[in-house]
């Protein structure tokens, strides 16, 4: 079956299930988090997740169904989706920012029909349980463990310390940490000013501005034509019809600009899934 998928879509898969089940039941939270991208990225990259999507609430879903997923094999209850994250969850329900491939039906189906036959022949039967000794020896090859001692040793390394990278970090560690006292010293003396920069927000009050100019022309203009109703001389009435010409004039070119800024932004929004054209 998983030859006869998109190229995308099955490499997308495979990284899926080998972030899902890497590290075990008992994975900690530091090793998670870093499964839970790489979960994200093969989710995109089969094409479910859209590209423009914002991949922190994403991850936030993704590291909740991981966590609740690893207590399920060890028979602990999750905890509550809408407490947990439900605002997240919302939002991104709003955007529309999954998309199943009609293959994966195929690919749900067969799992529901194993577990529902094992279930069947068996109350305590489980999918997941069972497939974990085979997404590790997968993630074993990924990782090129060849034989069990190279795995244990570099187990050994990643919990001693004895590796290229965590050596790495602690030689470094001296420099990093007077960076950040420099740094501190120069936020405390007023040197450095720390700025928080929202683009949604700078955009949302930029079109803010440009309906509000619509609207204020559009309310001129209906004062003029008021006025130039209920005037009883000619002079004041034409004048009237003139102010309701030109504001009217102004509402159109407002309105013009609050489409052009929003044909604008539609081109800054990735909506696209991976696979499209």
């Given amino acids: 079956m998983m030859q006869d998928l998109k190229p995308n ?4 898969f495979r990284t899926f299930c080998t972030a899902l ?33 914002d991949r922190l609430a994403v991850e936030k879903l993704a590291r909740y169904f991981m966590r609740t997923f690893k207590d399920s094999q060890l028979g602990k209850k999750g905890a509550n989706i809408k407490q947990t994250l439900g605002t997240d969850l919302q939002t991104l329900t709003e955007n529309d920012v999954f998309r199943f491939p009609s293959t994966f039906t195929f690919i749900f189906r067969a799992f ?21 000794p085979f ?15 190279e795995k244990n040793f570099a187990i050994f390394r990643k919990a001693t310390g004895l590796n290229k990278d965590d050596i790495n970090a602690a030689v470094t560690s001296p420099k990093k940490i007077a960076y950040i006292e420099e740094t501190l010293r120069s936020i405390s003396t007023g040197d450095l000013k ?3 920069r929202s683009l949604e927000n ?10 509000q100019s619509r609207t204020e022309n559009l309310l001129l203009a209906t004062m003029c034509l008021n ?8 002079i004041v009435t034409g ?14 070119v407002a309105n013009g600009k609050v489409k052009k800024f929003d044909k604008t932004q539609a081109k800054f929004v990735q909506t696209k899934f991976e696979g499209d054209d």
């Fill in 9 to 12: 879509v099955r490499e997308g």
């Fill in 21 to 53: 089940f890497a590290g075990g039941p008992q994975i900690n939270d530091i090793d998670l988090a870093k499964n839970a991208k790489k979960l994200v990225d093969g989710v995109e990259q089969a094409g479910v997740l859209a590209r423009g999507a």
């Fill in 112 to 132: 529901a029909s194993i577990e529902g036959i094992g279930k069947g022949l068996d109350n305590d039967f489980n999918i997941g349980g069972f497939a974990q």
């Fill in 135 to 149: 997404i590790e020896k997968f993630t074993d090859k990924q990782n090129q463990y060849y034989s069990e001692a």
């Fill in 194 to 196: 720390i700025r928080v």
């Fill in 202 to 211: 700078e955009k949302a009050l930029e079109r803010m501005q440009l309906t």
């Fill in 227 to 234: 006025l130039a109703g209920f005037a009883s001389r000619a």
């Fill in 239 to 252: 004048a009237g019809f003139a102010g309701f010409g030109f504001f009217l004039l102004q509402a159109v």
